[in-house]
């Protein structure tokens, strides 16, 4: 899910919206192994440079060394 969620501003038809997200943490998860979750910051801007959102989510990922192909069918 997402947390801290914010809408800082309005956008209009017409904006174009840019997204960034950087990376926050990451840890292994400890219940899927070979897997790890990953903490990311996303803010959204539109064209003049201006935050209109932000939000942080966390996300299941494979692991270094695992592909999505090796966990399929483990659960």
Known sequence: GMDEVKFTAPVFAGDTLYAES????????????GQGIVTIRTLGRNQRGETVCSFTRNMLIPARGQSVEDKIGTY
Request: hydrophobic share 25%; charged share 40%; glycine share 0%.
């Open 22 to 33: 950087e990376v926050l943490a990451k840890r292994e998860s400890q219940s899927r192994p």
